[in-house]
Every structure is written in structure tokens, then in C-alpha cells.
């Protein structure tokens, strides 16, 4: 243990000590942002003086571009923790167009500030309400397996400490009520931590720890949060408002943090925020080596369940723990190939999964590290960046090692159903393991959105559109879960319900390609040819720039049958035909009325077991050929006759 010397500002009740960035009232420790604490800071040191708005920004948010309203938010959560009431402020005045001033006297002092140093070199640079070597001896036991009975004491003891001080901490922030009684309040997201890294590491560390935590307190039936597909968007070096997470992603709490990486240490500052108030529940800054990136994920995990009063069952502690590997760079690689894996090019994915299959080298008994190479190589094959084949086998081998190794792994088993779904067409098995998916992990949103899919090839539409509505409660921002909704409808010959549903998905994410794929379809089907032609072109040039080389005129200017020629002449001569499997080029086919090359490339799609042959029977694109005997001995072949 050592001693340090640490400025301290005294003013009325409250005291601020600067070193370690702690407000307190009296002997109680008030939980603000770190922003909060640093312009609290800024103030009293130029109190009496009005701060300028510009001083602020460059001070707090240097060579960022920052919202004023930031500012307004900051100086809100510091009047709410002194208890000021509107318009009538003790501390800090604001003075309209220019800044803020710190109005009151205040002393300076110098006091003593005390660091204590563990063998595991990890060291609490902020230290809140939740006593922290408690909680990391609760994960130091839990992973160690230990049964013995003064564990469940100590984890008893930590829980029920945890569980008071916050009940406490709300009784003295507000009017005492249970601010995560109601439903809405137990969902979560957490936002990409900023990266304040000079280098592309940080970043890497930045989505990678991002997606570590989601997928852990996303192992809860009790709390729904939001996938990292939802939440990749707010990516930015700034802070964001709470009222804009509130209507992007409608939850009732979200997780924001910064990390910094330099010289194999991560510095990681996060905190718990409620939306409705913008009040911030818990927060903590941490300093870790990289190697123990584990630790820090479990630490937070376990912090963030305690502040949201989520009682965790001893085979849920068992299960969170085992999903890493105890090797700690391997799950750095995962965290890095899971980084490369959610930016989807084919180039990303070829990187993920190098990652991931170097992370499974470090630990072969590593089950997500399985996980992820298996998604990689299935997404590799639908990206165009090797043969269908050798990729979706490499799949195969990996999530089956995963779920040998950790069967409890709900995330193995949905990989393993998308395989068995539309690669082996084998259905019943793919629905068990979709099953077995939710069971394991009832708010993955994905295993809800695939099971969807599944149901849409078995025509079995309505089960489909409840199974796809239950994803979108758990992700209601995902575009592409929304537009499986679109696709449902579309198979059902429900047209205006499925333009209506792709609309949608443009409110979300303009130029989303297929959304605007299922929009021309459906538009052809009610004879719409100018907006069929619009919407073919918002797609072609967001996915396949280099399907046409035309501007949007040509598309408005040629007849739609002109346009169709066009686009199937360039899906199979151009250089982005490589990119097109032959399911994709049969459609264009169809649309230029070439049966013959209809049929070509369907034999081609049936040998490759291309992902969309499963919906053969039921999409409306094929009724021009639908009476062919040739149509139906496909369907023979396959044995995807309804």
C-alpha cells in the first residue's frame, strides 16, 4: 500500500477529490460521469470566473467534434447530484450564450489519496459504490470451480452488499422507487466502447470488448439486450445523448465506456446510465493488462447485473464463465476477429477468420473461438470470397468441435442450424437446433430471426412472421430482421404489408440493398414499373456497384424489360458476376425470360446448395415457370416439395 497526495475541493456540504475523480457529500461517495467529474474540475478551478462553452469542449472533448447539448447534459447531472432544483441553482450558474461559472466559495486542500497494489496487476483507478475486491474475489472462485461452501457465502454476502447499496442509492438519488422494476427498464444496450487509442488496436479492443459483453449479459432470460449488429452504429469518438439512444434503440438502460490501449495495457472507463433520466447508476474506471481482458469482462458483467438488481443463479455463473478461454490472447484474437467479423466485406471476413482461427491455435478447447470460425466461414461463402463447399464443411467441423467442448453454448447450436437449414436442407434438424438455441439462449435475437427463416422455406408463413416479430422485440432496429418480415410477407403473396415492412427498414437504414431488392419485387408483382426501376437501382449500387455501369437514368429511361435484359447480361459477363452464386443469376434469368438459362442455372444453384434454393417452391418470382415439368422434378431432386 502507498500514499499520494491529492488536491481536494471543499464546498458547502460536498467535496471533490481531483486525483482519483470522486464526488462526495459528506462521507457518501455520488456517482457521476467522468465528463461530469472533469468539468466540476474546470469550474473550480476557474471559479468565480465564467467559463466559456469553447474552454469546455477543449478541454473535455479535445480534437472532437461534440453537440453543445453535451454540455447541457453534463452540467444537468452535476445540479441533479447536488440537488439543485430548476432554476435555482447553489453551485453552478449559467450565463446564457457564454458558459457556466462556478457560484459558490469553495477551499482548497491537499489530502491524502491511497492506492493498494494486487498480485494480479490489476489496479481500480475510480472506485465506486460497489466494493470491487470483493466482487473480482467472487470471479477469482467462480472460475476456479471451487464448491466450497464459503464461496456461496462470500458470493451471498457480495450480492446481498451490492443489492442494498443500490436499493440505497436510489432511495438518496430520487423518490425511492424501483427504478428497473418495469419491463421496459430490463432492457439493455451497450454502446461500441470510444476508442481513445492512436491506433487501430484500440478500436479492434473497442467492438471486440463490445461484443464480449453483449454476448455475456445477453446469456440472461432476465435481461434483453440489444445485438452488436444494433448498436455497431454508434461507433464515434463523441458521447451520445441519452434521449437519442432512448428512440434509436428503445431501452431503458445502456452501458458507455471509452478504452485505451498503449503498451499491452487497457484502460477502461465505463459506466451504467438510466435512459428515462439520464442518471448515471454505476461507474468505474479499470487499468488491465490485455492478457487479462477476461477478467475485466466477467467484472463488468457481474457489476452491471448488480446495478440493475438481476439476481444470478449459480448455473448462470457457471455458464458465463465457461464461455472463455483462459488463455488471454485468445480471446484477444476472438475479440479482433469478432471486430472484422460484424464490418462485412468479403475482405473482413477473410480477416476474421484468420482471427479466430488463430485464436482457436492458442486454445484448442476455446468453444466460442469454434463459434466464430464457423460463422466466419459461413459468412465467407455468401460474401463470394471461397467455393460454398470447402467453406460451409470448415463451418461444420468448427461448431461441432464447439459444441463438444461447451454444450451449453446457444450460440453454437444456432450456427449449427443455419448449416443444417440451408446448406443440408435438413429441416427437422435444423428446427431442433434453433429450438435447443433459444432454449440456451432465449433473447438471441438471431437464433429467432433464423428460425423465421427456416419456417418461410417450410411455408409455414404465419409461424414464420410471429417467430421473426419476437426477434424484432429483442432487436427492434435490426434491418435486416425487418426485412426478413418483409420477406415473409412477400412469400405470402401479402405484397402491401411486405412494402410497407422494407419502407420501414429505409426509415432505419437508407439504401439498405435488401430491402430495396424485396421492394422492387414486390412492385413488379403489382405491375408498378417506375418505382420496380427505382428500387433496382438503390440496391445494384449499394450491393453490386459493378452490376451496372449507368447512372440512375439509365435505369428510369429503359423499359423495365430492357432493364432486366441489362441486368442479366451484366450478372453473367461482367466482372461482378463472380460475386453472383447461381440462384442469384436464375432469378435474373427469369425476369429477361430466358428459361432456358433458368433451368441452367438452377441445376448450378441445386449442385452448389445455394442458401436461397430453399425457397424454390414458394417465391412468387418463379411463376412464369412454375408449371414446367422441369420446375417440378427440381423440387423432386431436392426433396423440397411442399
Not at 445485438?227 to 432512448?246: N, Q, R, W, Y
Amino acid at each position: 500500500m502507498k500514499e499520494s497526495s491529492t488536491k481536494i475541493y471543499t464546498f458547502g456540504d460536498y467535496s471533490l477529490k481531483v486525483e482519483d475523480g470522486t464526488l462526495w457529500h459528506g462521507t457518501e461517495r455520488i456517482s457521476v460521469t467522468q465528463k461530469s467529474v472533469e468539468m466540476l474540475t474546470l469550474l473550480l478551478e476557474n471559479r468565480g470566473r465564467v467559463v466559456t462553452r469553447d474552454e469546455i469542449i477543449e478541454r473535455l472533448w479535445p480534437d472532437t467534434f461534440v453537440d453543445e447539448n453535451n454540455l447541457s447534459v453534463t452540467v444537468s447531472m452535476l445540479r441533479k447530484a447536488f440537488g439543485e432544483n430548476k432554476g435555482e441553482p447553489k453551485f453552478i450558474e449559467t450565463i446564457p450564450r457564454k458558459g457556466y461559472r462556478f457560484m459558490a466559495d469553495a477551499t482548497e486542500s491537499e489530502g491524502a489519496l491511497v492506492f493498494t497494489s494486487r498480485e494480479y496487476t490489476r489496479t481500480v483507478i475510480e472506485r465506486t459504490e460497489i466494493d470491487d475486491g470483493a466482487t473480482t474475489d467472487a470471479i477469482a472462485q467462480l472460475r476456479s470451480g471451487a464448491r466450497r461452501q464459503n464461496y456461496i457465502l462470500v458470493v451471498l454476502v457480495i450480492f446481498t452488499v451490492l443489492l442494498i447499496v443500490t436499493i440505497g442509492w436510489n432511495y438518496y438519488r430520487g423518490d425511492g422507487r424501483d427504478v428497473f422494476a418495469s419491463r421496459g427498464s430490463r432492457t439493455i444496450a451497450v454502446l461500441p466502447f470510444r476508442n481513445l487509442s492512436r491506433d487501430e488496436s484500440g478500436t479492434q479492443f473497442s467492438l471486440g470488448l463490445t461484443d464480449a459483453l453483449i454476448t455475456k449479459l445477453a446469456g440472461l432470460s432476465d435481461l434483453t439486450v440489444r445485438p452488436t449488429s444494433s448498436v455497431v452504429g454508434f461507433t464515434d469518438s463523441a458521447p451520445t445523448l441519452p434521449e437519442v439512444i432512448k428512440e434509436k434503440l428503445k431501452v431503458g438502460n445502456y452501458v458507455d465506456g471509452t478504452i485505451q490501449h498503449e503498451n499491452g495495457r487497457l484502460r477502461v472507463s465505463v459506466q451504467l446510465v438510466q435512459v428515462s433520466d439520464g442518471s448515471v447508476v454505476w461507474a468505474e474506471t479499470f487499468e488491465e493488462s490485455v492478457t487479462e481482458l477476461l477478467r475485466l469482462q466477467d467484472l463488468i458483467a457481474v457489476k452491471v447485473f448488480a446495478a440493475m438488481r438481476i439476481e444470478v443463479s449459480p448455473k448462470q455463473k457457471e455458464m458465463l464463465a465457461r464461455r472463455e478461454s483462459k488463455n488471454g490472447e485468445a480471446n484477444a484474437l476472438y475479440l479482433k476477429g469478432r471486430y472484422y467479423w460484424n464490418r462485412r466485406s468479403s475482405e473482413n471476413i477473410k480477416k476474421a477468420v484468420e482471427y479466430f482461427e488463430q485464436a482457436v491455435e492458442k486454445d484448442p478447447t476455446f468453444a466460442l473461438g469454434f463459434i466464430g470460425v464457423s460463422d466466419g466461414y459461413q459468412m465467407f461463402s455468401e460474401y463470394g470470397g471461397i467455393e460454398r463447399k470447402v467453406a460451409m464443411e470448415k463451418a461444420r467441423t468448427a461448431v461441432l468441435r464447439a459444441i463438444e467442448l461447451n454444450g451449453d453454448l446457444g450460440e453454437a447450436y444456432c450456427s449449427l442450424g443455419y448449416l443444417q437449414a440451408f446448406y443440408d436442407w435438413d429441416f427437422p434438424a435444423a428446427e431442433a437446433s434453433f429450438r435447443k438455441a433459444i432454449e440456451l439462449s432465449p433473447n438471441y435475437a438471431t437464433a429467432h430471426q433464423w428460425y423465421g427463416e427456416l419456417l418461410i422455406a417450410q411455408d409455414r408463413i404465419d409461424e414464420s412472421i410471429e417467430r421473426i416479430k419476437r426477434a424484432l422485440e429483442i432487436d427492434p432496429v435490426s434491418p435486416i430482421i425487418l426485412t426478413d418480415l418483409a420477406s415473409s410477407y412477400y412469400v405470402a403473396r401479402r405484397f402491401d404489408d411486405a412494402i410497407k415492412t422494407a419502407k420501414e427498414v429505409e426509415e432505419l437504414s437508407p439504401n439498405f440493398p435488401m430491402a430495396n431488392y424485396f421492394l422492387a419485387f414486390c412492385y413488379a408483382q403489382k405491375g408498378m414499373d417506375a418505382e420496380t426501376k427505382k428500387s433496382y437501382y438503390v440496391a445494384d449500387k449499394t450491393w453490386l456497384p459493378g452490376l451496372t455501369n449507368s447512372d440512375e437514368s439509365a435505369y428510369t429511361l429503359l423499359s423495365l424489360k430492357d432493364l432486366y435484359l441489362r441486368r442479366y447480361r451484366d450478372a453473367t459477363t461482367s466482372p461482378v458476376s463472380k460475386y453472383l452464386n447461381g440462384y442469384q443469376k436464375a432469378m435474373n434469368a427469369v425476369l429477361a425470360h430466358d428459361f432456358e438459362g433458368v433451368f441452367r442455372w438452377l441445376e448450378i444453384s441445386l449442385e452448389s446448395r445455394d442458401r436461397w434454393f430453399v425457397n424454390l417452391a414458394m417465391d412468387p418470382i418463379w411463376d412464369p415457370i412454375r408449371t414446367d415439368p422441369r420446375f417440378n422434378d427440381l423440387l423432386q431432386r431436392s426433396s423440397l416439395k411442399k
